[in-house]
């Protein structure tokens, strides 16, 4: 149970450190998203503002739930509009 809720005390840049995560800006759309996701064979694509602020996560699941399920399309849906936003307050204790 502790090591659990050490898992859910990690800060983001601790998950990503040494990686290279797929990071696209707010205005990207949905499908590019979706094309990135799976040339990197990932499940998530980091939003960013100017390359390194983190403002929100868009996944694989969101892309079936929040953009098609939804009837919008891909290719005219941006990410801003669909991902699901970051909160820095969130992760402060």
């Known amino acids: 149970m502790a090591e659990d809720h050490q898992m859910t005390q990690r800060h983001m840049s601790d998950m990503v450190r040494d990686q290279q995560p797929v990071t696209l800006p707010p ?15 990932v499940g998530a694509v980091l939003v960013t503002e100017g390359g390194d602020h983190l403002v929100g996560i868009f996944t694989g699941r969101d892309a079936v739930g929040r953009v098609l399920a939804q009837g919008c399309t891909a290719e005219q849906t941006q990410l801003a509009a669909r991902s699901r936003h970051h909160d820095p307050q969130q992760n402060r204790g």
């Open 27 to 41: 205005e990207a759309s949905v499908k590019e998203a979706c094309q990135r996701m799976h040339e990197r064979r």
